[in-house]
């Protein structure tokens, strides 16, 4: 006996399929940016409550800062330093290359030593913070510490968002000092850019606003690029492979928020400077 063939789905039902489909990634998104504030939701509120335990602190403010400083460091000086070497090059068309030092250092305080050293930062650290939670999720540590009556937000995430927020803008600032170290050498050692302008245009056109606003954003980098990494370290599966998954999302996801966030931020900071000055 033949089996009946399946009910055909009406037209209508058919479009609401589709539509369906074609949102889910939208849905998927959504869902997973719900997911990632509930657990910073659920680590912060964990933050006035004992034990307070400052050597989890301490411990990954030391592997999330001194250990990207010199990844950071080094990137830094060649930043500056090609920066450097194009403004150079384009200012003396003009006969202006004394501004050299000016627009590099406003665009490495701004944009550049913030967005840079955090990338350097998910490189490094976020990816180490996804394989070390996922690794302990794996092989049951964080069941362990549960099981202990110890939460695992508060001894394993929670000290990796504090220090991510606290040690991102160090390094932007550290990054800025040596991109402009690099700048200067490239400009006034290399280029033979006369000393006094250099460093007077620098003063003219550089302000503790924008370094302000670096920093604001280093803080905002540094928060995304821990909790990227603890999201993806604390809900790892699949063994191994999934460790490694974990690990590489880690990464691109921290990259694309990074730059995505840059944006929006910038946009934020430039409407409340322009309200500040009254500019329209």
């Known amino acids: 006996m033949n089996p009946s063939p399946p009910p055909r789905r009406s ?9 369906g489909d074609a949102f889910r990634p939208v849905v998927r998104l959504l869902d997973r940016f719900g997911d990632h504030v509930i657990l910073l939701a659920r680590s912060l509120a964990w933050l006035p409550r004992r034990p307070f335990r400052p050597a989890n602190y301490l411990e990954a403010c030391e592997y999330i800062g001194v250990g990207s400083l010199p990844i950071v460091l080094l990137v830094g000086f060649f930043t500056g330093a090609v920066m450097g070497l194009q403004a ?30 955090a990338l350097m930062v998910a490189g490094r650290s976020g990816a180490g913070i996804a394989t070390e939670l996922g690794t302990m999720r794996i092989t049951e540590q964080i069941d362990a510490l549960e099981s202990m009556a110890v939460s ?36 006034v050692v290399v280029q033979h850019v006369d000393h006094g302008q250099f460093v007077l245009h620098t003063r003219d056109l550089l302000t503790t606003t924008d370094v302000a606003q670096g920093m604001l954003k280093s803080i ?30 880690a990464v691109v996801f921290s990259s694309v928020t990074i730059l995505i966030s840059d944006y929006f931020l910038s946009d934020i900071l430039l409407r409340v400077m322009s309200s500040d000055t009254g500019v329209r």
């Open 11 to 19: 037209f209508g039902a058919e479009v609401v399929t589709g539509v």
């Open 88 to 117: 150079v090059y384009a200012f003396r068309q003009f006969q202006l290359e004394s501004f050299a030092g000016g627009t590099t250092g406003k665009a490495l305080a701004v944009e550049l030593a913030p967005v840079l050293s």
């Open 152 to 187: 695992p937000l508060q001894f394993l995430v929670l000290p990796r968002l504090i220090a991510g927020m606290l040690m991102a803008p160090i390094l932007s600032l550290l990054f800025f000092i040596v991109a402009m170290v690099g700048c200067y050498f490239l400009a």
């Open 220 to 249: 905002v980098f540094g928060l995304i690029v821990t909790l990227i990494g603890c999201y993806q370290g604390y809900n790892a599966a699949g063994g191994g492979r999934g460790v490694g998954l974990g690990t590489t999302r």
